[in-house]
């Protein structure tokens, strides 16, 4: 019986892996393909923060904000998964959202707790830093990037300096990116701006519009259908869907996607709203460098 939870749970791992890595690199292609698509790209103010000038764009987001999800697998409650705007940090001299993409859950004798956390510059919105903690059963791993968007590179921790791509964006941040913009229905897009360019393009069409129900509410959504350069649940062959409320937000209110013979399935719980935007001048002004 152990074995038969540990099988089913390593394939939940993989998705709910999938669920905070891949699915939120897949909707974020949108935010980079706006520009060839003619869509506006974000805006920037002014604001004045401990006697200095800096820009910001401006984001559907604040800091505070949580979104939390809750987790089937093939209709069995497997966990929570939760995304938080967790605060500003400053990152080599740059103010940056903290972002944390969190799941929790497995089964009995095997339990999944990952952690994605990404750092992304208050003004170009590209990733700074990104980290990834992942502890599925008896597996355990922390890895972690940096990433300079001035050079193109990116390096992981221990390892030599890899050529990157411009303005990139990481597994967190393309989540935050794409809430300013959207896809329509019948439309395809296709960006090269993930920060490992061995993983791109990543691929989002637009399928159809719905309005769904879930525990957060109901919502009018536009479907989109994304997809990516691997052997996982979002390749090309795949039948990953997520629903995109079609309000300025641009929440993700749900993710299905197959893996194997099984359903992964991520609902919208609950929404905590973030602090006014009035506010960012004094959390950049308290801002700090975050622990190593």
């Known amino acids: 019986m152990r074995r038969i939870y540990e099988r089913i749970n390593q394939r939940l791992g993989h998705a709910a892996r999938a669920s905070a890595g891949l699915v939120v690199m897949a909707l974020g292609v949108v935010a980079s ?34 979104l939390t999800y809750r987790a089937t697998f093939s209709g069995i409650h ?11 940090e400053v ?20 339990r999944v707790h990952d952690r994605y956390e990404s750092w992304i510059d208050v003004e170009t919105l590209a990733s700074l830093r990104h980290r990834q903690q992942i502890s599925e059963g008896r597996y355990h791993r922390t890895t972690s990037y940096e990433i300079y968007p001035e050079r193109a590179e990116y390096q992981k921790q221990g390892d030599s300096v890899h050529a990157s791509v411009t303005n990139p964006l990481d597994d967190g941040s393309f989540i935050y990116a794409v809430r300013t913009a959207g896809v329509n229905v019948g439309e395809t ?3 090269n701006r993930y920060f490992r360019p061995d993983k791109n393009p990543v691929v989002l069409t637009g399928l159809r519009r719905d309005t769904i129900t879930v525990g957060a509410g109901t919502f009018a959504t536009t479907v989109i259908r994304p997809t990516i350069r691997t052997s996982g649940i979002f390749s090309d062959d795949g039948q990953a869907q997520v ?8 929440y993700p209110v749900q993710v299905k996607a ?17 602090v006014e935007s009035s506010a960012l001048p004094a959390l950049i002004a308290q801002a700090g460098e975050p622990n190593e």
Do not use: C, N
């Open 189 to 191: 897009r296709s960006d």
């Open 243 to 250: 629903w995109f409320t079609d309000d300025a937000s641009r």
């Open 78 to 88: 497997a966990g929570t998964a939760r995304m938080r705007v967790d605060g500003i």
């Open 91 to 110: 990152v080599r001299g740059r103010p940056a959202y903290h972002v944390v993409f969190s799941v929790d859950g497995g089964v009995p004798l095997f």
């Open 33 to 66: 393909a706006s520009a060839a698509a003619g869509a506006q790209q974000p805006q920037l103010r002014v604001v004045q923060a401990a006697g200095q000038t800096i820009s910001v764009a401006s984001v559907p987001y604040a800091v505070g904000e949580e």
């Open 258 to 274: 197959k893996f194997s013979k099984f359903t992964l399935t991520l609902s919208l719980e609950s929404v905590k709203h973030g």
